[in-house]
């Protein structure tokens, strides 16, 4: 849908923010440019809606090239969203989120009843309506923000750091909100981020960019995990990318077995039977209450505050193989605990079979299906 050709954007006083850059953003997913302070992410998203006119390529949008769009006609078709928001101070919430329908003509009661509805896509009570921006927390803002750039339900939308300026807890809300609402409402995002992180977990395709504007590597999060392009994009992933690269793997193939799960009331027999050095014992519900040496169960006295912690469990194939490595890890018996979303046990799986998990999926090179977690 945009097609960035060849673009360069020289700034008058010789400072080179873009270089040669190409690259498609496709449609109806998350683009994320991501890269250090100063290496051209702000010029290039302004290129895309002209606040910045490149010096040399061009830049098209549904094949057109946008020069040859009128300025309001393009901006338009694209919401745009700042760190801080950048709300109208002296206007309400309900205003400040219909000011692009206002604009287009809409009638008061028609754009007021669109910013209600926006607000509670966005997650915002609309008791908070009549409120000015100084009133809210600065996620709340946030959410404003992204509210006051749907309102006109534009096809693209460009975030420029959104989320950058609140704290972690209100920043993965913020973040799975975002995934939401691309899911439901299937727009074009183009995400501005200095945070890898974020980049990961947001982006169908990462764009890194090092200084100067040149793009390092344009690949999914998953592969860039996998093969990074050069040193400086290894350096910029960060350590432990091995283990983060297993989010993009699912949990759902691993082979779990249910011999040592036994129940509360389990008679002798059943606590012999098992050639397990552990035994995890589930309630009447089959819901997990802990593990337990085979030797320290009686038959008729299994005592649940005697037990060891079954630790959190993980749910195979909603949860990757990065939750499930990390349910074994912590496991005071190295043995994960499958539930189903009812939280009842549907197997138990030992670390050892999860790293030959690990090593197949690696092998089968199966990261196409990105996972939550
Ligand atoms: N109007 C301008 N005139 C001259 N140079 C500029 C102008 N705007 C930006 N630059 C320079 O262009 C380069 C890229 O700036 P840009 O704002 O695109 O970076 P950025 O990747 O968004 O950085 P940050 O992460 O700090 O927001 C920087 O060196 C910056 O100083
Ligand atoms: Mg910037």
Redo the contacts with the bound molecule.
Sequence with gaps: MIRIESVTKR???G?V??DRLSMEIPDRSITVLV??????????LRMINRMVEPSEGTILLDGEDIQRQPVTTLRRSMGYVIQNAGLFQHRTIVDNIATVPRMLGWGKQKARARAAELMERVGLDTALAKRYPYQLSGGQQQRVGVARALAADPPVLLM??PFSAVDPVVRKGLQDELLRIQEELGKTIVF?T?DIDEAIKLGTMVAV?RTG?HLAQYAPPSELLSSPADAFVEDFLGGDRGIRRLSFFPSGRLELTTGPVIPLDATAEQIAAPDALWLLVTDADGRPLGWSEPGDLAAGDIRPDRLLSHGRPFVPGTDSLRVALDCAVLSPTGWAVAVDTDGRVTGVVSQQTIGEAIRSAHAAGRDDEKVAG
């Design positions: 700034y008058p006083d400072t923010a873009v890269g250090p302070s100063g290496c051209g992410k702000t010029t290039t420029d750091e501005v200095h960019l504007g």
